[in-house]
């Protein structure tokens, strides 16, 4: 495997569930970040991580919760969810945070019923 | 804090004609500028991207030009293919620790054969 990973690739449900994303890299960088990308919106960061520490939270609200326990995994804790939620979510990462190119992943389509 | 602008927002062209996007900025500390297509069903893929310490980028039949004066960046498509076909994205930074990619909100290319 290689490159930036993520699962589930699509996910359903409902206003009430608890579900994760799933991101992992494999290739060895320092930086990870999760992003929304809804119609016709530009891509909204939502949270940087660097070595593990958040560095960076875009005014997302409480019902989005990131975990980062090593360098190569990062999860997108989702819980009590508005259908306004419902957005492709892709994860990326970058050998340091800041001005250094990011990959991404293929992204989870959400739907929040 | 930055903010992209990209034009047009749709563009379509003939097979083997030139495809130009359009970006400018308003941060003149922002110092890389990275250029995504995105693919249906995928996420952004880096295509090309260049620095503040030079004015032209080339890549095959892909090329940024940077005007630092103007703050605005271009991305060049030579010699059209259906395959060419996505959404564009151009994204700006500051090479500063915790700031982030701030993307344009994307340009759709179609390239008819």
């Known amino acids: 495997e290689t490159g930036v990973t993520q699962t589930p690739r699509h996910l359903v449900m409902g206003m009430t569930n608890k579900k994760s994303l799933k991101c992992e890299q494999h290739?060895?960088?320092?930086?990870m970040y999760w992003y929304k990308q809804s119609a016709k919106k530009p891509l909204e960061l939502m949270f940087v991580?660097?070595?593990?520490?958040?560095?960076e939270n875009n005014s997302v609200p409480s019902r989005f919760s990131p975990e980062c326990p090593n360098s190569s995994h990062l999860f997108l804790h989702l819980h009590t969810l508005q259908p306004e939620d419902s957005a492709l979510y892709l994860c990326?990462?970058?050998?340091?945070?800041?001005?250094?190119?990011?990959?991404f992943g293929p992204g989870t389509r959400l739907t929040v019923l | 804090g930055e903010n992209v602008e990209q034009h047009p927002s749709t563009l379509s062209v003939q097979e083997g004609d030139s495809a130009v996007i359009k970006c400018t900025y308003s941060?003149?500390?922002?110092?890389?500028f990275p250029w995504y297509k995105q693919e249906l069903g995928k996420g952004p893929q880096l295509i090309i991207d260049?620095?503040?310490?030079?004015g032209e980028k080339k890549d095959q039949r892909i090329a940024v030009t940077l005007n630092k004066t103007a703050k605005h960046f271009s991305l060049h498509i030579t010699e059209t293919q259906p395959e060419d076909s996505a959404v564009y994205f151009c994204?700006?930074?500051?090479?500063?620790?915790?700031?982030?990619?701030?993307f344009g909100k994307g340009t759709t290319l179609s390239v008819s054969s």
């Open positions: 990326a990462s970058s050998q340091v945070a800041g001005a250094d190119t990011q990959y």
């Open positions: 290739l060895g960088h320092n930086a």
């Open positions: 991580y660097s070595l593990e520490e958040r560095v």
């Open positions: 941060d003149s500390a922002s110092n890389y």
């Open positions: 260049i620095r503040s310490n030079v």
């Open positions: 994204a700006a930074i500051r090479d500063q620790a915790g700031t982030a990619l701030i």
